[in-house]
C-alpha cells in the first residue's frame, strides 16, 4: 500500500513538473504584456485609485472644491501621462513615435 | 506508512531542489518553460506535503505509537480532537505542518501570477524554494516525524494538559500561516530587486498576501491571549514571552508595510523603505519560527532547544539580512522617489510617522526580547526583562500610534487647507477632550496618565471612523438617493480597502482601550479559603460555597464553586478547577496521578464593562501520607503478580488496577468530604471584553480589505465626471492620434 502511494505520487510529479518541457517551446507567453505594458498598467491603475480617492475625499468634505480641482487637474494629467506611455509601450516598435530631443 | 512518509519527505525535498534550480535557469536563459515547470514543481511539493501530512495526523488519531512523535505527544486517552491537532505540538510534526503551508501559500501565489510579472517570478520562485529546501531539509534531515521505534510503548506520554484547549485546534496553523504568507512577499520583493523591476506591479500582486500574513498573525496573536487568559491561571493575557513577541514582531512591521505600500502605489515614494520593510517583515517571520523552535529563549511555547536546528536558522537568518541589505544597496539608485512629499501635514506625512513609531516599537521589542540573550554574551550572567520594562517603553510609542490612527483616516492625501482641517477634526477631537473632561471626575483614573491618555485617544479614533462613515454614507446617498444602509454597504463594497482599514483603525483603538483599562485598573488578590469563608475584592464578595473533585485513570480535578456577591445581591456563581495528568513514574503507582502536568480551567463571567475572574491553586500536601501508603501496598501487590503464570498475572493486575482506581477516587473525594484550606487567585478586570471585541472588529476590517473588489466595475466607479474640469495644458497628449475625450472616458 505505501509504495503504491508513493509511485502514484511519484508518477503524478513527474508527469505535471515535466509538462511543460514536453510541450512544444514558446517563445514567450502570447497573452501575457510585456513586463513593461503590466508596470505600466500597475500605475494606471494604482493612479485610477488616487482619482477615485480624492473625488471622495471632496464628497466627505476632506478637500475643498480648489484644492480637489487642483489635485484632481494634476492626477489626470498625470493618467494621461500614463496612458500615453501604455500606448507607446503596446505598439509595435515600428509604429513608436520617437520621443522629442 | 512511515516508510512512505519518510520517501514522500525525500521526493518533496528533491522536487524543491528541482524546483530552486529550475526557476535559475529558467530565468538565467529566459527559456518559460523551465519557469513554468518549476512552479509545477511548488504544486507537487504543497501536494507531497499534503498526503505526508495526512500520514502522519492519522498516525496520531489511530494513537500508532510506532511512531516516536506519536508516542511523545499523544495517548489513546487524549480526545478525538486533540490527537488529530497534536501533530503540530511535537517539533517534527509542526515543521511538516509549516512546510506544508509555505508550499500552499507559495503555490497559490504562483498560480495567480502565472501571466504577471514575468521577469520577477523565476526570481521569487527560486527565493520560495530556497524557503522549501530549507524547512523540508530540517524535516528530512533533523527533525523526521516518521522516525519509528522497534518496540512501541503500550502508551504514549499524552499531550501537554496546557495544550488541551479549543484554540490549539486554530491558534498554531493561524501564526504559521502568518509566517508564510510573509514569506511571499518577501519573495517577489527579492524577484523585483534582482531583475530591476521596481514599479508598483509587483506590490500590487502581492499586497493581498501581506494583508492575509498581517490577518493570520493577528488573529493568531488574539488567540493566543485569549487561551493564556482562560487557561494558564496567571490572570492575564499577555505576558511579553519571546514566544509572543516573536508573533507581534512581524505584525507590527506588517502593519507599517501596508501603510507606506499605498505611498508608493500612489506617489511612487518610500521605495527604499517599502523594500526594507518587506524584507524586514520576511526575516521577522522566520527569526519568529527560530525562537519557536529553537528554546534559546525562555519560554512557556518553544520546544525543547536544538543546537541542529538553531544553527542552520542562524545561518538562514543571517542569509536573509545579508542578502536584503546587499540587494537593497545594489539597487539604490532604481529606488529613488518619483515624487516628494508636498506636506507634512496630509495623509502620506501621517503614514510616514506612522511608520517611524512602529518600527521604533518592533525595535524596542526586539531589543528587549533579546536583551537576555545579549546580557548573557557580555556579562555572563542572563538578566531577565519582565512586562514592567517593555510597557515602559511600548505604551507611550503605542499612544503615538494610536493618535496617528486617528488622524489617518481625516486627513486628505497630498494637501490640506486649514478649514477643512478644522471641521475635520473638530467632532473627533471634542469626543476625545468630551471622554477626558467625564473621566476625569471618576475616581482613581486620571492617577494612571498613560491610561487615561488611552481612553480619550480611543475616543478621538472610534469618533473619526465614525465621521468617516457617516460623510461617506451621506455623500453615497446625495449621489444615489439610496437608504442609508443601502447607501453604507455600498460605500463599503467600493472602498473596501479605505473602509476595511478604517474599522481595523477603530477595533484596535478599542481593543487597546480594553488593554489599558485591564492592566491599569485590575484588582486581583490571592486568599487561602474554607469552604463557607468569603474574601472581598473591588467590592465583589467571592465565598467558597463548596469543594469539587473528580478522578479517573486520565486526570484528577480538584474544583471549587464560588458565589460572587455585592452589596448583598447576588451577582454570579463561578465554577474553578485544576486538573493534574498522570506523570509515566513506574515507581509511585498513586503518586504519579499527583506528580505529572496541570492545567487550570478558570472561573470566568464576563461583561461589557468587567470581568470576574478566579482559578484554584489546590494544595494535595495533606493527601501525601494516604499517597505514599498507597505507593507502597500498590507497588507491592504488583510486584507480588511477577511470579504468576500469565493469566493468572492478567487477573491479578486487573484486580489491582480497579484497587488502584478505586484508591485514587477516594483520595480525590477526600478534598471534598474532608476540605482542607485552598488558595485562590481573584481578580476583578474592567473592560477585557473590549479587547476581543476590538480584535473582532479589526479582524472583520482586515477580511473586508481582503476581499477581492470586482475587477470590471472598478475603474467605472468614478460616477461622477467632472465635466467643467479641463486637463492642465501640460497633461495635453502629443503622441497619440486618440482625441482628448476618449482620454478622458477612459478615467472615469
Not at chain 2, 510573509?182 to 520583493?189: D, E, G, K
Not at chain 2, 508598483?200 to 493570520?216: D, G, K, M, P
Not at chain 2, 487568559?229 to 512591521?253: F, H, R, S
Not at chain 2, 476590538?694 to 472583520?700: D, K, N, P, W
Request: charged share 15%; glycine share 8%; with cysteine.
Amino acid at each position: 500500500m505505501a509504495y503504491v502511494l508513493v509511485l502514484i505520487v511519484l508518477a503524478v510529479a513527474v508527469y505535471l513538473i515535466s509538462a511543460p518541457l514536453r510541450a512544444a517551446r514558446r517563445p514567450d507567453d502570447a497573452d501575457s504584456p510585456t513586463a513593461d505594458v503590466a508596470e505600466l498598467e500597475a500605475e494606471r491603475d494604482a493612479k485610477y485609485r488616487e482619482i477615485r480617492d480624492a473625488e471622495l475625499d471632496l464628497r466627505t468634505g476632506k478637500l475643498s472644491d480648489a484644492d480637489h480641482a487642483a489635485l484632481d487637474g494634476s492626477l489626470r494629467a498625470e493618467a494621461v501621462q500614463i496612458l500615453h506611455r501604455l500606448d507607446e509601450a503596446r505598439a509595435p516598435a515600428s509604429e513608436r513615435i520617437p520621443s522629442a530631443p | 506508512m512511515a516508510d512512505a512518509g519518510r520517501v514522500l519527505l525525500i521526493l518533496a525535498l528533491l522536487s524543491s531542489l528541482y524546483g530552486l534550480g529550475a526557476s535559475l535557469y529558467g530565468a538565467r536563459t529566459g527559456r518559460t518553460e523551465w519557469v513554468d515547470s518549476a512552479r509545477r514543481a511548488m504544486y507537487v511539493v504543497a501536494g507531497i506535503a499534503a498526503v505526508a501530512f495526512v500520514i502522519l495526523d492519522v498516525a496520531f488519531i489511530t494513537s500508532d505509537f510506532s511512531y516516536s512523535v506519536v508516542a511523545s505527544g499523544s495517548s489513546t486517552t487524549t480526545p478525538f480532537f486533540y490527537r488529530a491537532a497534536a501533530i503540530w505540538s511535537t517539533q517534527q510534526g509542526s515543521l511538516l505542518l509549516w512546510v506544508m503551508l509555505l508550499a500552499f501559500w507559495s503555490s497559490l501565489a504562483l498560480f495567480l501570477t502565472r501571466h504577471r510579472v514575468r521577469e520577477i517570478v523565476p526570481y521569487a520562485q527560486a527565493v520560495l524554494f530556497g524557503m522549501a529546501v530549507f524547512f523540508t531539509g530540517l524535516n528530512v534531515l533533523f527533525a523526521n516525524p516518521f522516525k519509528t521505534t522497534v518496540a512501541p510503548p503500550a502508551e504514549g506520554a499524552g499531550l501537554d494538559p496546557l495544550l488541551r484547549h479549543t484554540t490549539m485546534m486554530v491558534h498554531p496553523p493561524m501564526l504559521y500561516s502568518g509566517y508564510t504568507l510573509a514569506l511571499v512577499p518577501f519573495a517577489f520583493c527579492v524577484g523585483a530587486l534582482v531583475s530591476g523591476r521596481l514599479g508598483a506591479e509587483w506590490i500590487q500582486v502581492t499586497r493581498r498576501f501581506a494583508l492575509a500574513s498581517w490577518l493570520c498573525l493577528g488573529i493568531g496573536l488574539l488567540l493566543g491571549a485569549r487561551w493564556s487568559y482562560t487557561e494558564l491561571g496567571w490572570g492575564g493575557y499577555w505576558a511579553w514571552d519571546p514566544v509572543e513577541n516573536a508573533a507581534l514582531m512581524p505584525w507590527l512591521v506588517c502593519t507599517a508595510y501596508i501603510h507606506s505600500i499605498m505611498i508608493q502605489e500612489k506617489r511612487g515614494m518610500l521605495k527604499v523603505w517599502n523594500a526594507s520593510l518587506v524584507l524586514l517583515t520576511g526575516t521577522m517571520a522566520i527569526v519568529g519560527d527560530f525562537l519557536v523552535r529553537s528554546g534559546i529563549l525562555s519560554s512557556i511555547h518553544a520546544f525543547v532547544s536544538d543546537p541542529t536546528l538553531n544553527v542552520s536558522f542562524v545561518g538562514l537568518i543571517s542569509l536573509m539580512v545579508i542578502g536584503s541589505v546587499w540587494l537593497v544597496t545594489r539597487r539604490r539608485d532604481r529606488l529613488t522617489s518619483d515624487h516628494k512629499l508636498d506636506s507634512l501635514i496630509s495623509r502620506e506625512g501621517v503614514f510616514l510617522l506612522q511608520n517611524v513609531v512602529l518600527v521604533a516599537l518592533t525595535a524596542v521589542i526586539f531589543w528587549l526580547t533579546f536583551f537576555p540573550l545579549i546580557s548573557e554574551a557580555i556579562t555572563g550572567t542572563e538578566t531577565s526583562v519582565g512586562p514592567p520594562v517593555f510597557a515602559r517603553f511600548v505604551v507611550p510609542l503605542a499612544l503615538v500610534v494610536v493618535a496617528l490612527s486617528g488622524i489617518g483616516p481625516i486627513i486628505p492625501w497630498r494637501r490640506v487647507t486649514m478649514a477643512k482641517l478644522r471641521r475635520a477634526f473638530a467632532f473627533p477631537v471634542a469626543a476625545g477632550l468630551g471622554t477626558l473632561l467625564v473621566l476625569a471626575f471618576v475616581s482613581g483614573v486620571t492617577e494612571h496618565v498613560f491610561a487615561y491618555l488611552m481612553f480619550g485617544l480611543g475616543a478621538f479614533v472610534v469618533a473619526s471612523v465614525a465621521q468617516e462613515f457617516f460623510r461617506g454614507t451621506r455623500a453615497r446617498r446625495a449621489m444615489t438617493g439610496d437608504g442609508a444602509g443601502g447607501a453604507l454597504l455600498a460605500l463599503v463594497a467600493r472602498n473596501r480597502r479605505r473602509y476595511g482599514g478604517y474599522l481595523v483603525h477603530a477595533g484596535v483603538a478599542v481593543a487597546l482601550v480594553g488593554v489599558a483599562a485591564s492592566t491599569s485598573f485590575q484588582h486581583q488578590r490571592t486568599a487561602t479559603l474554607l469552604p463557607g469563608q468569603s474574601a472581598r475584592v473591588a467590592g465583589y464578595d467571592v465565598k467558597y460555597v463548596r469543594p469539587t473533585a473528580s478522578a479517573t485513570a486520565q486526570k484528577i480535578s480538584f474544583g471549587a464553586v464560588l458565589a460572587v456577591s455585592r452589596g448583598g445581591h447576588h451577582v454570579t456563581t463561578l465554577a474553578t478547577s485544576y486538573g493534574l495528568y498522570p506523570s509515566l513514574d513506574p515507581m509511585h503507582p498513586i503518586g504519579r496521578f499527583f506528580n505529572g502536568s496541570s492545567e487550570s480551567r478558570v472561573g470566568l463571567d464576563a461583561g461589557a464593562l468587567r470581568d470576574l475572574w478566579v482559578v484554584v491553586a489546590p494544595n494535595v500536601t495533606p493527601l501525601q501520607s494516604l499517597i505514599s501508603t498507597g505507593d507502597v501496598k500498590i507497588a507491592r501487590a504488583l510486584l507480588s503478580t511477577e511470579k504468576l503464570p500469565a493469566a493468572q498475572q492478567a487477573s491479578q493486575l486487573n484486580t489491582i488496577y480497579q484497587l488502584r482506581d478505586i484508591l485514587i477516587n477516594e483520595l480525590a473525594q477526600r478534598f471534598v468530604t474532608h476540605p482542607w484550606k485552598t488558595q485562590f487567585l481573584m481578580e476583578v478586570s474592567p473592560l477585557v471584553t473590549w479587547l476581543w471585541l476590538g480584535a473582532i472588529i479589526a479582524a472583520c476590517g482586515g477580511l473586508i480589505a481582503l476581499w477581492p473588489v470586482p475587477s470590471r466595475p472598478r475603474h467605472g466607479a468614478l460616477s461622477v465626471r467632472r465635466r467643467g474640469a479641463a486637463l492642465p495644458a501640460t497633461a495635453a497628449p502629443t503622441t497619440t492620434p486618440e482625441p482628448e475625450p476618449e482620454r478622458e472616458r477612459e478615467l472615469v
